[in-house]
């Protein structure tokens, strides 16, 4: 199996600027998340950015690095223009990457290519097991439903699936964490329905739940899905949690 790993990595963010540029124990952001890609055995991995100082940062440690256009609106759409930088095949297995987490578990990102590999499916993502009742009640906490073969039913920000006696009751102490899965933002695709998603009229759930991976299941197609074997880090988005990494990192 073969597989490429693209990196989108925009420069702007509001709350943490220029974030693929902040230093972490004496290395950009983006060179750490490249570089924990590159352990997943994948044929090329690739930088996708906007801005030309992360462009000539990623210079730096490799050539595999793209210019993109400043407004996309999704990093589907950034994906889409790689596929078409990149002339490739529609059969191509693309892992697209957050560049924000710079303590990505390679073997997730291989195990995602396989889960897609061994299936028909056009996409392929994976889950964790939800560890409080805080999680399930967050709406920022994507969580997910899937079938007996590993096809996802549906994401939402909302506790799902409902657990009609506990949350009937409003009793936190009685909610059965183990029902329970958390949506990991790593995706696997087929390189020609990158395209093709982009074609699908935008779904009244995606509008409403502010997921796009909704879009997909609305127009019936599938997601294969299952639970990450390695344990998933959060990624950056703030200050804080980048002060969280370093801590980490400096053990």
Do not use: W
């Not at 220029?18 to 930088?47: H, N, S, W």
């Not at 990102?109 to 993502?125: C, D, E, Y």
């Not at 087929?190 to 395209?195: D, E, S």
């Amino acid at each position: 199996m073969e597989f490429i790993v693209v990196i989108p990595a925009r420069y702007a963010s509001t709350r943490l600027p220029g974030k693929p540029l902040v230093d972490i124990c004496g290395k950009t952001m983006i060179q750490r998340v490249f570089e924990q890609a590159e352990k997943a055995g994948a044929k090329a991995v690739y930088v996708a950015t906007d801005h030309q100082l992360v462009f000539d940062e990623v210079k730096k440690f490799t050539n595999n690095v793209l210019m993109t256009r400043e407004d996309h609106q999704s990093g589907t759409e950034r994906l889409a223009e790689v596929v078409d930088i990149l002339n490739l095949d529609d059969d191509t297995l693309i892992v697209n990457v957050q560049g924000d987490e710079p303590l990505l578990e390679p073997e997730n990102i291989t195990q995602v290519a396989n889960l897609l590999f061994a299936s028909s499916a056009p996409m392929a993502t994976l889950s964790v097991d939800v560890e409080s009742v805080e999680e399930v009640l967050n709406p920022n906490a994507v969580k997910v439903v899937s079938d007996a073969n590993n096809n996802a039913l549906y994401f939402s920000r909302a506790s799902i699936p409902f657990q009609r006696e506990s949350m009937m009751e409003l009793d936190e102490s009685k909610i059965p964490l183990s029902h329970f899965k958390r949506h990991v933002g790593i995706y696997a695709y087929r390189a020609g329905f990158i395209k093709t998603y982009l074609q699908l009229s935008v779904s009244p759930l995606e509008v409403q739940e502010s997921l796009e991976q909704l879009r997909v299941l609305y127009h019936g197609y599938p997601i294969k899905i299952t639970k990450a074997n390695k344990p998933v880090h959060a990624g950056v988005d703030t200050p804080e949690d980048l002060a969280r990494v370093i801590e980490y990192l400096n053990g």
